[in-house]
């Protein structure tokens, strides 16, 4: 069985340097958010949601250099914020909202939906689009309805979300070190 999965795994990533232009040109203008002094948030469901805050933590923490930290934040983690918009306007506005409350034009928004069709997440880029916020859809399968929305879709081809999540995270931490090389002296 091991064999087999890892098979399966390694089957997904031969995808990914087709995909490396569109995949090194985000990551470069993420650097560029954060270098004129916007800040990157981010979402999803789910392991997603788990795959957004691990993004934010390499941006706060650190990725491999100590450096200051850059602002980021992850959507899913404030649970006083979630239910209260939950409980207020549904749970199609929870992300939408703190978009709007958080986001500023110079921003960017990452939205991660293995389906591509989470309607929280489609609700937040829209309202990021219309605060003039980058959007970046880290998607899977065909890339649902957010492909088609988000300035950049980066789409992993893929039937599995476990194969999709592996993926994802290896794109978020490309983009970490791309940001790290860009900002910091001398990496």
Avoid at 1 to 20: E, G, I, S
Avoid at 139 to 155: E, F, N, Q, S, T
Wanted: hydrophobic content about 45%.
């Amino acid at each position: 069985m091991f064999k087999d999965v890892w098979q399966r795994h390694v089957d997904c990533f031969q995808q990914l340097p087709d995909m490396a232009e569109t995949i090194d040109e985000t990551g470069a203008r993420l650097a560029r958010v954060i270098a004129a002094g916007g800040k990157i948030l981010i979402c999803g469901n789910g392991g997603s949601a788990a795959d957004a805050q691990h993004f934010a933590a390499e941006l706060i923490g650190r990725f491999e250099k100590e450096r200051a930290s850059w602002p980021a934040i992850a959507l899913t983690t404030d649970t006083s914020i979630l239910t209260a918009i939950g409980n207020d306007y549904g749970f199609a506005e929870i992300f939408a909202r703190q978009v709007q409350g958080l986001g500023r034009k110079g921003d960017a928004l990452i939205g991660i939906s293995t389906s591509g069709h989470s309607e929280n997440v489609l609700r937040a880029v829209a309202m990021a689009k219309s605060q003039g916020l980058f959007t970046v859809g880290l998607l899977g399968k065909d890339g649902g309805l957010l492909k088609a929305r988000v300035d950049c879709p980066v789409v992993i081809a893929n039937p599995n979300t476990a194969r999709i999540q592996e993926a994802h995270i290896f794109i978020l931490h490309f983009w970490a070190l791309c940001i790290e090389q860009t900002l910091v002296a001398g990496a």
